[in-house]
């Protein structure tokens, strides 16, 4: 059994994903797959028996997504649970003549039904649980509804029939986010007490206060499974786009691309001692695109924001202060700067892992032959997408940089190097084994900054960090003096690393 920590954390990470598949689409309903995460983790990955491998097994469970707009969702539940490829679904979603099209293509596997068309999910999935019922087979079948999608279609028809057949196989979820293209439900038609609609109809009704809750929704499925003679249904209150303080609560987030200034965010989780999820705060950062498309953030933003967004949690949670026992930090790997060591001030933005800018570094360095070379020692292909040409880069076109590179007055790193660095004033210059790694500076055989790279970029490799287990001390820190009592920063990870160790 996953435990809700470890869906929570998932349900998160479905989230960049989905976010990642639109933005390379340019199109998808955001606000709707980020209401609707928490209610298709907790199936997938806890309630529904389904196999990738037997995606047509007779006695599988079957799952209908009936607001079919929410496909972007469903695609990243998909893929993580194995039934699709992550990689071919966002360099071929929303593409002309693509088969990863904006709504549920019951040809893909794990796919029971198309439902471009709102409003007949439910009436489907009422032949699916009375067929199963006629040949006797244990399974059961789910379907999801959004709330702005029970005023169309054969929604009460289905309603209507579900109780009639006693189908206790039969549990529907309405995703209760209140809002839909136009506007708010319940100017457009009301959907007044759906607790009590529903259950004038004979359904066991379930009503989830918070539905973006995975404790809750476990709760209500494992209840509606033990509900007998009649069919369930969970009114899941969700928050549409939620996850996003940009997105959260907003119509005009029915169907949107982020842009790259909404994108990009500094984010501040509050965890208990037993990894409980207690609050997170965001805080968006910019993305400075020049005329040439090079792409940067600004270091001291981030530093700034880091702070900001962990003030701000700690009093939105209510708690004490001095009960914070301790931080970590969790990076984007391959976004690299680097800074004067005496005054501890950039020499320029951070170079974003996006960029492309030292290109041509990469290129001449493949030309003397040493791209083969670099790929066995670090296990990485030559490519400017990781910080070795960026820092080379930066060396080569910031003034005054190769004068204080000489008189070793630099510092260099990814962001977790620069926030420890600056959390702790200046007193920690480190970085981990999952950070290092991806500068393409680091020998994975001897786990050490690797001399002959170095020299090949053009950087000393004694003026490079630290390199220290994830679960190091890196430091203590007061966040910029709002805490009274310094705490020790405790892990240090990269973020698809930080998301393999929390699932």
């Not at 926030?419 to 210059?429: A, C, D, H, M, W």
């Not at 970085?431 to 001399?451: M, V």
């Not at 020299?455 to 001390?473: M, P, T, W």
């Amino acid at each position: 059994m996953n435990t809700d920590t470890n869906l929570k954390a998932l349900a998160y990470k479905l989230r960049q994903d989905t976010v990642e598949m639109i933005r390379a689409g340019k199109a998808g309903h955001i606000g709707g797959d980020m209401s609707v995460m928490e209610i298709l983790t907790e199936l997938y990955f806890e309630q529904l028996n389904v196999d990738p491998q037997n995606p047509n097994d007779p006695d599988r469970d079957m799952f209908v997504l009936s607001k079919g707009h929410s496909m972007e969702a469903y695609y990243s539940v998909l893929a993580e649970k194995g039934f699709l490829d992550k990689a071919d679904i966002i360099k071929n979603f929303s593409k002309f003549g693509s088969k990863y099209i904006g709504h549920p293509n019951n040809k893909l596997p794990g796919i029971e039904m198309n439902s471009g068309s709102l409003g007949h999910g439910l009436p489907v999935c009422v032949g699916m649980a009375k067929a199963s019922k006629m040949d006797k087979r244990g399974n059961r079948v789910y379907v999801v509804m959004g709330d702005g999608e029970l005023a169309e279609g054969s929604v009460w028809e289905g309603v209507m029939a579900a109780r009639q057949y006693r189908l206790d196989n039969l549990c529907a979820v309405v995703d209760r986010n209140r809002l839909q293209i136009s506007g708010n439900t319940e100017d457009i038609m009301g959907h007044d007490d759906l607790y009590a609609r529903f259950g004038s109809f004979g359904w066991n009704v379930i009503d989830v206060s918070d539905g973006n809750d995975i404790d809750l929704l476990r709760d209500a499925f494992e209840a509606a499974k033990k509900h007998k003679d009649a069919p369930s249904v969970i009114i899941a209150n969700t928050v549409k786009g939620k996850g996003s303080p940009v997105m959260e609560g907003k119509v005009d987030w029915h169907h949107r691309v982020p842009t790259d200034e909404e994108y990009v965010a500094t984010k501040a989780l509050l965890l208990n001692e037993s990894g409980k999820l207690l609050g997170r705060t965001d805080i968006q950062h910019r993305q400075i695109v020049n005329k040439d498309g090079r792409v940067s953030h600004s270091p001291e933003e981030i530093y700034e924001n880091t702070v900001k967004a962990a003030r701000l949690l700690i009093e939105q949670s209510g708690i004490d202060k001095r009960e914070i026992a301790c931080m970590g930090i969790s990076n984007q790997r391959e976004t690299s700067l680097a800074w004067d060591k005496e005054t501890g001030k950039p020499v320029c933005d951070a170079i974003v892992w996006q960029c492309s800018r030292s290109a041509d570094i990469c290129d001449e360095v493949e030309k003397l032959g040493y791209g083969e070379l670099i790929r066995q020692k670090t296990g990485i292909k030559l490519s400017p997408y990781f910080p070795a040409s960026k820092l080379a880069w930066i060396l080569r076109n910031i003034d005054g940089t190769l004068e204080k590179a000489k008189n070793r007055q630099l510092c260099y790193g990814t962001i977790d190097t620069w926030l420890i660095y600056k959390l702790t004033n200046g007193r920690e210059y480190k970085t981990d084994y999952s950070n290092a790694s991806r500068t393409q500076l680091f020998n994975i055989y001897d786990l050490k900054w690797d001399g002959e790279i170095c020299d090949i970029f053009g950087i000393n490799k004694s003026d490079l960090a630290e390199v220290c287990d994830s679960d190091s001390d890196f430091g203590a820190t007061t966040l910029g003096e709002y805490l009274d009592e310094p705490i020790p920063i405790h892990g240090v990870l990269g973020d698809s690393h930080g998301a393999l160790f929390g699932h």
